[in-house]
């Protein structure tokens, strides 16, 4: 499925039609198989029914949950970190709690900024929502983590941004850091839970601490399967806040959610990743990013694709241009022969797939592949996976050498889930 704010509003629509057929048709069918001469009392069916009527209801996110997280905005000075996914429904966070008298008095934007429209590492400024005329504080750039000055005057911080799941897309980076800022100024923080559509699979190698930056700060695989509230939890728990500050955290859970749950989004997380397949795919195609392969930067399937004109004729080809949201792409202009898997939108990865990188490494022998060593170090969490590459290491040895640590790494997320 293709995102776009055009089809937001239908799709919507037709999610909640669907679900009160659904409700309509489970109820004949529990009438129709006797449970509609179950006694009143019996508590066990009325538990059974229920249970199975919730299974057909939609996703619903955090944020919709007002009633469990307003009354601990109402009276207080209330900082919003968020951007073009913090929505309730088809409204904005921000505009729906204004509109309910909270006051919300400052927003705080991530990477990609508050309305989600800036390139890829794009310097983001500071500035003012021109519908709301709330300042808006830039977290990205040189400014990474709220100051205390920037926090003054808040009472509590609400975080909804949506995530997807994956170690170098920098939104848990930026919770951290608010997260930080905020146990430092004894400001409590509601994270308004929202599902990981990559949430139900875990792979990939661990962070070597080495390697720790704005793009993996802490020693988790590249997919690690937990919503944004459950990792915050665990920033919290493994006492990975700088000087040991444990953060005053809620987590409003979504409803009607597992990690299993197929997800959605409604509107693109970041400006690059503008369908359910590439939001499969980026896991796996972002390292990519360091060589001189190109991922569709520049193209209408971005993270659908990938290529270099130095490939062997193939079928499928495109040319990247420069555009909104992929400002001069790599092989701008240039012819890049590849592979296209934007056609397969019931696809639905389970694992990270280290295809992508070796085949393009077979393909580009004796040509420059990975051109930003320290970036695909920085990507990869260590400096072995560059090596293995080089060395014509075997995918099966690949994995097997991550293996140990990823398999600590499970035992430790399960202790933060909050969902199964």
Known sequence: MKYSNANFSETFRLKYTKVLCLKSIFIFLIASCGYSNAPQHDEGRSVFVNDQIERLLPVSVGAEQTTNYLP?????????????????????????????????????????GFRGDADAGEHVSSERDQKTGLPIVSLYGKNKKPTQDQLKGLDIVVFDIQDVGVRFYT???????????CAEANIPVIVLDRPNPNGHYVDGPVLDMKYASFVGMHPVPIVYGMTIGEYGKMINGEGWLENDLNCDLTVIPCKNYDHNTPYSLPVPPSPNLRSDVSIQLYPSLCLLEATTVSVGRGTDGPFERYGHPDFP????????????????????????????????EDRRETRFELNFLLNSNKLLKGKTFVDRTRMFNLLAGND??????????????????????LNDFKLIREKYLVYE
């Open 313 to 344: 004729e193939m079928d499928f080809s495109f040319t990247p241009k420069s555009g909104p949201g992929s400002k001069n792409p790599k092989h701008e202009g240039e012819k890049c022969y590849g592979y296209n898997m934007g056609d397969q």
């Open 384 to 405: 072995v996976l560059i090596q293995q590459l080089k060395n014509g290491t075997s995918e099966e040895d690949i994995r097997a050498s991550w293996e140990e640590k």
């Open 72 to 112: 601990m905005l109402e009276g207080k000075k209330v900082g919003i970190v968020g951007n073009q996914s913090s929505l309730i429904g088809e409204t904005h966070l921000v505009d729906s709690l204004l509109s309910l008298n909270i006051d919300v008095i400052k927003v705080f934007s991530p990477e990609h």
């Open 171 to 181: 939104y848990i980076s930026t919770l951290h850091y608010v997260m930080e800022a």
